[in-house]
């Protein structure tokens, strides 16, 4: 699984705007309010079944009851291949509805 450069990522990330490249290029997020704790809770719910079907699993973070980051990198090469950014295009519509 290829590692994708700076320039290949900055390029990918066009397509999902919601989320931002990290300063080493090496992950990718998206932060979002949720309405309430437990839509937080259900959204991550939600990410779970999507990443065992790709089997390319997300950091969740839960802070500050619905503040919800979510992380993509591929471990096995400690930085992003595309299957991060395929991820994330895929969780962006379970995410429609509730805002940055
Ligand atoms: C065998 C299995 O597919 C691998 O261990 C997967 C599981 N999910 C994963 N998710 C992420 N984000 N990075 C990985 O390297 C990774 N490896």
Redesign the pocket.
Known sequence: MPTLSRDQASDLIKAIPEWELAADAKRISRTLKCRNFVDAVAHINQISVLAEQE????DLHLTGYRMLTIE??????NGLSRN?FVVAAKIDPLLAEQSK
């Open positions: 089997q390319h699993h997300p993509l990198t591929t471990h096995a090469i991060d």
